[in-house]
């Protein structure tokens, strides 16, 4: 069993008992997290999808941590005018440990 599920503007595909990292939630470490945007259900070959989303299924997660993504650099320069810029990013996220997929049909 498996879902396609949308979180801060992207789309995961989570299976029970695995880990994903997604943008950064303001829940707690160690909380429930429950993703009710599952916008595909495969279960046991019997696909259900979305219009937009799937209404009888949830997912249930636990948030593992926060943390910050590698940083990113970028180098901006025009020559002849004596113009550099270097700019740093990293990005937040949160791990999910995927529990269960809920659904009630």
């Given amino acids: ?48 999808i979305g219009n937009p989303c799937v209404n009888t299924a949830k997912v249930v997660c636990k948030l593992l941590a926060h943390g910050r993504g590698v940083k990113l650099e970028t180098y901006t320069y025009k020559a002849k005018k004596r113009v550099q810029r270097k700019k740093g990013h990293r990005q937040e996220f949160s791990r999910l440990m995927v529990e269960e997929i809920v659904t009630s049909a």
């Fill in 1 to 48: 069993m498996y879902a396609i599920v949308e979180t801060g503007g992207k789309q995961y595909r989570v299976e029970p008992k695995t880990e994903i990292e997604v943008e950064k939630l303001s829940n707690g470490v160690g909380e429930e997290v429950v993703l009710d945007r599952v916008l595909m259900l495969n279960k046991d070959g019997n696909v259900t």
